[in-house]
């Protein structure tokens, strides 16, 4: 957060940042701020304790986080938010990290810093929505949620239709044309750095729901599902991952190329450990 604005931490995804945002304009706005004087009024023994936080290298309790947002003297719904915050950056799992970021979007103030991380977060929520994006590359494409609907595999609901191509507008991943039709705005998506990592891995979960589905739902002659047990050593692994990368870069290639698009289809790439290294 730059400039004279003041630092609120409705703006933050990260509540570390937060903290050595909020610190270094206390101390610009405050004669005589210090760790000395934000520890005294938030009851904290430690003169340390702050910079050792912000600094990555101790995490906040429950209590504790309280207790800072007392000796920066936040609000009570900042104060609420900055708690719930803590919780999400020190999240172990991507579920508990999915519940903690629903639980900072009941905040009005966080809604209104973060409406385009909530459309992204809608999106990787929803395996269809990157579906509909890429059927509107076909020629005979229309916004008919009807046929949307139905073309799907497996078919959704006619207000889902409409509810993912308003998403894929809000994104600018569809655009309007002048003649009324939807059309892609870029060939090619990628997850970038905008994604965070619980909405990633929720993506990733409901594709490989897809494929787990597919198996039953789609004739073996449409789809191609095998799998390899290898037994590697690190550096062949390693060379695997990259294989993998180029090989996705490659089809990601083909597909850019193509002259008469025709279906949505799914390519997962898995690759993990069964066992343990030696140490």
């Known amino acids: 957060m730059g400039g004279t604005e003041p630092v609120h931490a409705f703006g933050y995804l990260d509540y570390r940042a937060f903290l050595r945002?909020?610190?270094?304009?206390?101390?610009?706005?405050e004669s005589g701020f210090s760790h000395r004087a934000f520890s005294r009024r938030a009851?904290?023994?430690?003169?340390?304790?702050?910079?050792?936080?912000?600094?990555?290298?101790?995490?906040?309790?429950?209590?504790?986080?309280?207790?800072?947002?007392?000796?920066?003297?936040?609000?009570?719904?900042?104060?609420?938010?900055?708690?719930?915050?803590?919780?999400?950056?020190?999240?172990?799992?991507?579920?508990?990290?999915?519940?903690?970021?629903?639980?900072?979007?009941k905040f009005r103030k966080f809604r209104s810093a973060h409406q385009l991380a909530a459309a992204q977060s809608d999106y990787h929520a929803h395996w269809y929505y990157p579906a509909i994006r890429e059927l509107a590359a076909r020629p005979d494409f229309a916004f008919d949620p009807a046929w949307i609907a139905k073309a799907l595999i497996p078919p959704i609901s006619v207000v889902e239709a409409k509810r993912a191509v308003s998403r894929l507008l809000e994104l600018g991943l569809l655009t309007r044309t002048k003649g009324g039709r939807l059309k892609q705005t870029t060939e090619l998506v990628t997850t970038g750095s905008g994604p965070l990592g619980?909405?990633?891995?929720?993506?990733?979960?409901?594709?490989?729901?897809?494929?787990?589905?597919?198996?039953?739902?789609?004739?073996?002659?449409?789809?191609?599902?095998?799998?390899?047990?290898?037994?590697?050593?690190?550096?062949?692994?390693?060379?695997?991952?990259?294989?993998?990368?180029?090989?996705?870069?490659?089809?990601?290639?083909?597909?850019?190329?193509?002259?008469?698009?025709?279906?949505?289809?799914?390519?997962?790439?898995?690759?993990?450990?069964?066992?343990?290294?030696d140490e």
């Open 21 to 29: 945002d909020l610190f270094a304009q206390k101390k610009a706005e």
């Open 198 to 277: 619980h909405q990633i891995v929720a993506y990733h979960r409901a594709m490989m729901a897809r494929a787990s589905e597919s198996i039953d739902r789609i004739p073996r002659e449409e789809r191609e599902i095998s799998s390899l047990t290898l037994c590697v050593s690190q550096d062949v692994l390693l060379q695997l991952k990259l294989r993998i990368r180029e090989f996705r870069k490659e089809l990601l290639q083909l597909a850019e190329l193509e002259g008469k698009p025709e279906r949505v289809v799914q390519l997962n790439f898995q690759l993990f450990p069964l066992s343990r290294r």
């Open 43 to 105: 009851g904290l023994r430690s003169t340390n304790y702050l910079n050792l936080v912000m600094a990555g290298r101790r995490n906040l309790t429950p209590v504790a986080a309280r207790q800072f947002a007392k000796g920066f003297a936040l609000g009570k719904d900042e104060t609420e938010y900055f708690c719930e915050l803590v919780v999400y950056c020190q999240a172990k799992t991507a579920e508990e990290r999915g519940r903690a970021y629903e639980r900072l979007g």
